[in-house]
């Protein structure tokens, strides 16, 4: 009985660690403007500017402003050549700060982004970029 016990303290307390803790924060001009100035980069194929705006892990990862031009060329085309972009919430995740972007592609199609971001001793960098899964919707 002991061991059933202990059993499930231990399932029960890892469960709560993994349920993310998320809180909504009030929109930040930094966050945006950082996000903004890197699209804006990307629409001028200026990849040298908009690779100065992703944190040092992500440098470290591609090394260099044409690789990195490369991936969003060819992974993200919609944050490439956006029609429209409009800022969403900026949430807290488990210490972590995520800004959700929607944004137009060229074709009119909508994508929902996630834009990690991290404080860095030049403010606010990108941390990453994840493309969320579109809800469903029907008549």
Do not use: C
Not at 11 to 36: C, F, H, K, N, Y
Not at 53 to 73: K, L, T, W
Not at 91 to 99: A, D, H, L, P, T
Request: no cysteine; aromatic share 8%; proline share 5%.
């Amino acid at each position: 009985m002991k061991r059933l016990i202990l059993t499930l303290a231990i399932v029960l307390g890892l469960a709560g660690m993994v349920r993310a803790q998320t809180s909504e924060v009030m929109p930040d001009p930094a966050i945006e403007g950082v996000i903004r100035n890197q699209i804006e980069a990307f629409q001028a194929d200026d990849f040298e500017t908009a690779f100065t705006y992703a944190s040092p892990m992500i440098r470290g990862i591609f090394g260099s402003a044409d690789r990195f031009g490369a991936m969003v060329q060819q992974g993200y085309p919609m944050v490439h050549r956006p029609r429209d972009l409009k800022f969403l919430e900026l949430r807290s995740i488990n210490g972590q700060v995520w800004q959700k972007v929607l944004v137009r592609d060229a074709s009119g199609a909508f994508h929902a982004l996630d834009y990690q971001m991290i404080p860095t001793e030049s403010g606010w960098q990108i941390n990453g970029v994840q493309l969320l899964k579109a809800p469903q919707l029907g008549a």
